[in-house]
């Protein structure tokens, strides 16, 4: 059983910027895929990045390539979002994610095993 807690989240202007960790616990951190989701109100959870065990393959949706950068220490067993050029409409609560598949960088919510509590991200304009 892996525990996942999230940090970093907060308030910020347009144009500002952000970096989310979520600390493992409780499971070999190298064993998993992890991503970041993001959820607004009255939206569906959906991805914004995702990284593969070793680290060397990444996925970025659309809206955030350029701006974002997602990274992972497995020595300290954390994995971390960094959010450049922040938007209003990147405003919302952001999860992160394990998945214990390593073959394949899954980006759907329902392939990821553990999550954690969230963090919330507001842009002000």
């Known amino acids: 059983q892996v525990q996942l807690v999230e940090s970093g989240g907060g308030l910020v202007q347009a144009g500002g910027s952000l970096r989310l960790s979520c600390a493992a616990s409780?499971?070999?951190?190298?064993?998993?895929?992890m991503g970041w989701f993001r959820q607004a109100p009255g939206k569906e959870r959906a991805v914004v990045a995702a990284?593969?065990?070793?680290?060397?393959?990444?996925y970025y949706v659309d809206s955030v390539k350029g701006r974002f950068t997602i990274s992972r220490d497995n020595a300290k067993n954390t994995v971390y979002l960094q959010m450049n050029n922040l938007k209003p409409e990147d405003t919302a609560v952001y999860y992160c994610?394990?998945?214990?598949?390593?073959?394949?960088?899954?980006?759907?919510?329902?392939?990821?095993?553990?999550w954690g509590q969230g963090t919330q991200v507001t842009v002000s304009s």
């Open positions: 990284i593969n065990w070793t680290g060397d393959t990444t």
């Open positions: 994610a394990a998945d214990y598949s390593r073959d394949i960088l899954w980006i759907g919510v329902r392939n990821y095993d553990y």
């Open positions: 409780g499971g070999t951190f190298s064993n998993y895929n």
